[in-house]
């Protein structure tokens, strides 16, 4: 820890000193655990098995989300979140603009949403998942009573009762190593979770049928060519060059491909560049900014093969055990950490490229050719598959 990290952490622990724990999750089952994760929609995707690692250990304990207001299409439906509260919080995310420490004084002092959860009368328990100074204290202005937080990221374990330590490991096991200090040991996969209406599915069902009414399209690509980070969005020509040899292969083989490209109503623009390269051989369509989150995560559940920057969607189709190709490049400089912390040990493959020119993020990306034969790889799998499932069925007597 540098001297500049020193001088933060020192207030944080002068005042986690003036609030001590007030209280012991292994003698008494917690009436109340508030985690926090007001950040981005990737990491709170990835905390959320942390929700049911509690719910298990705990199972009358109200589990609280504190999340940002952005965050809540990702926990709707969730069976192991029993309230949401939106945290707007000014810290660890791109939503909310004034990151300064003063919009960080003022949302911790003078924020409604903060003011509102103090006349609750405090939490037994409180979890920051990200671990920082500024989560370690929003805990205590919360009056959360027990704080577990992470110590060597962004700070703040020293106004913690318990933490975890920072490693590159992948992010859904820290978050699961968090329920642990609590004495959770049914831990599910660490792996997103997501739960779908029937309305959901039905939604998604008529966009993917909107393309192959009635021939039964055989595989369905679903492309994301935003994300949150600029320098981490491939560029959408190469998309449009890539889909349109993807779908030139598969006609080829015989089969067809529909395409369809989602993001927010900002990815718009990137999405008709990405038709535009792609020419009118093949068939891609765009429904960026036209549907629901919820609608994405529902198409996502459906999708053959996602393909995608480092972004949201990678992780929603983690969720649904999609196989998926991540580009990676630009300021991803290192992408074996990056699949360290966000990757997933089944069902996902990263891109990246092969050599890496120190200054030159716009150069920095994957050859078209790498990601086409990484996606016609994740199909020509499937189709194994399911030819080898196929042929299990037809044994006379085998148990399946």
């Keep these: 820890m540098n001297w500049k990290s020193l001088l933060t952490e020192l207030p944080v622990w002068a005042m986690g000193r003036l609030s001590p724990a007030r209280y012991d999750p292994r003698r008494t089952e917690p009436r109340e655990i508030l985690v926090l994760r007001p950040n981005d929609f990737g990491e709170l995707l990835t905390a959320t098995p942390i929700f049911e690692a509690l719910k298990k250990r705990f199972p009358a304990t109200r589990i609280v989300a504190g999340i940002g207001s952005w965050g809540r299409p990702v926990l709707e439906n969730n ?40 006349k609750r009368g405090g939490f037994d328990v409180g979890i920051d998942v990200l671990g920082s100074y500024m989560g370690a204290l929003l805990m205590m ?66 966009i993917w049928s909107a393309s192959y009414p009635n021939d039964g ?34 006609e080829q083989g015989g089969d067809r491909c529909d395409i369809v490209i989602v993001g927010s109503e900002a990815d718009k623009p990137r999405a008709a560049e990405a038709i535009a390269a792609a020419g009118p051989h093949a068939r891609v369509r765009s429904v960026a900014g036209d549907v629901s989150m919820r609608t994405v995560f529902a198409l996502a559940e459906t999708a053959n093969v996602v393909l995608t920057n480092s972004s949201m969607l990678m992780h929603v189709a983690a969720a649904f055990n999609r196989p998926t190709v991540a580009v990676l490049g630009g300021s991803i400089t290192r992408p074996m950490v990056h699949d ?53 069925h037809a044994v006379p007597g085998r148990v399946i």
């Design 141 to 206: 202005r919360l009056g959360a009573r027990y704080r577990i937080g992470v110590r060597g990221y962004r700070g703040g374990h020293s106004g913690c009762h318990a933490y975890i330590d920072f490693a590159r490991r992948q992010s859904g096991r820290a978050a699961l190593a968090q329920a642990a200090l609590l004495g959770a040991t049914e831990l599910p996969d660490a792996r997103p979770q997501l739960f779908l209406t029937a309305a959901e599915r039905a939604s998604a069902a008529r």
């Design 217 to 250: 399209t055989r595989w369905r690509l679903l492309v994301g060519v935003g994300a949150g980070v600029s320098s981490k969005a491939w560029s959408p020509r190469q998309f449009g060059a890539a889909l349109l040899q993807i779908a030139s292969a598969l």
């Design 340 to 392: 360290a912390i966000w990757g997933y040990s089944e069902h996902y493959r990263s891109v990246a490229p092969d050599v890496y020119v120190e200054g030159q993020q716009e150069t920095n990306w994957p050859d078209v050719e790498r990601v086409v034969n990484a996606v016609l790889d994740s199909l020509q799998t499937q189709r194994t598959l399911a030819a080898v499932g196929q042929a299990q």
């Design 79 to 118: 069976p192991f979140v029993d309230e949401i509260v939106e945290l707007n919080a000014p810290w660890n995310n791109k939503i909310v603009e004034n990151r300064s420490p003063g919009a960080v004084m003022r949302f911790l002092l003078r924020s409604p949403q903060v003011v509102a959860l103090r």
